[in-house]
């Protein structure tokens, strides 16, 4: 196989990891109103499905970053999306709702050492000849991931249940390990600061760094907050639309194709403008959302989706390049923060809908998305491209 077709297939195997972590992560985002009733727990309950993985995964990234500096990107994408299958079955087997909730947190234990590590693995591997597409390419893989473990999801419930779907969910990571494991090659040896803590002081201050990780956070929030909960007031009225109707509003995540073209724009305009510009769409977006109309809900939801997979695209562009030293240490702070957010992202819009409804959920997602916005727009003058 000559070097173009070696790349194209270590490509392949680690968008097919890549998607095949996704699909697990959130698996039961769409589902929620199912598992409310099944285990007898509220919905801001039932969101701590989804928001426990990703705090434990913002922990686990302070284990899984700096690990693939010193024991290498492929060894550590291949271990993780192996031992990420374990957790996945033993979820479709929980016999209780606090059993669901630590299979669950063993799950985000594990996917750290992909998802923290995908995005310094591209830049290095993939990135001397794709350039900011790879990255939009990996977006899309995990997009793909994403509509597998909620529309698939979903649909499947209505007819299995939801322990079957979510069972045989462990079969893509699984998969992946294997296809990784004989395809990826090893990213090349990169600068590592002897001591970690100074690693992470001087990348506190480094103020790409810091744009990206608030951006990104900010509309991962958002993200999470809105496509979690909405499926609760597509229940209600005066929709009244069915669990399978509503799970189709997760094939929005196809709009995440569109990751390679943002790649591509920030290339030629930099990554911190279509930062910025996604940030924007995002809040009016969130705005649009409140009407209780389907004739602006889904295109406010359409845009927010493709604001989210627009703007983290560049955002782990601007993480992956902030530096050329300690790079998994850089990612793991990125992602620490990350998905601390969206992990608050899964159970305060939660809160805000008990008590407010729709109107809390817009209210608590514009103020961090303005925040960011307003953050970033500051320092946009600081942080010459």
Known sequence: MDETGQTRAALAGFLLGAAGMFAVMYSTQAILPELSRDFDVSAAAAGLTVSIVILVLAAGAWVWGPLSDRWGRKKTLV??????????????????????????????????????????????????????????????????????????????TTVFGWRWPIGALALLPATGAVVMARTLPEAPAQESTARRWDAVKRLARNRGLQQATAAASALFFAFVGVFSFVTFRLEGPPFR??????????????????????????????????VLAALACGTAAVALSLPATALTLIPALAILAAAMFCGVTAAQLGSATSTSADRGVASAMYFSVYYASG??????????????????????????????LVLCTAQARLLPE
């Not at 929005?252 to 305009?269: C, K, T």
């Not at 805000?352 to 409804?357: S, T």
């Open 79 to 156: 271990l993780a999306s192996a031992l990420v299958a374990v957790p996945t079955l033993a979820s479709a087997l929980a016999p209780t709702f606090g059993v669901l909730l630590a299979c669950r947190a063993v799950q985000g234990l594990c996917m750290p050492g992909l998802l923290t590590v995908g995005a310094p693995y591209v830049v290095e591997v993939f990135g001397p000849r794709l350039g900011g597409r790879a990255m939009g390419l990996y977006i899309t893989a995990l997009v793909s991931g994403g509509i597998v473990g909620r529309v698939g999801i979903a649909l499947a």
């Open 241 to 274: 639309w069915s669990q399978a109707v509503g799970g189709l509003i997760f094939l929005m995540w196809g709009i995440g194709a569109i990751g390679p073209l943002a790649g591509s724009a920030a290339d030629r305009v930099g990554w911190r403008r279509v």
């Open 343 to 372: 992990a608050l992202g899964g159970y305060l819009p939660g809160l805000a809908w008990e008590h407010w409804r729709w109107a809390g959920v817009v209210a608590g997602c514009l103020a961090v998305l303005a925040a960011a």
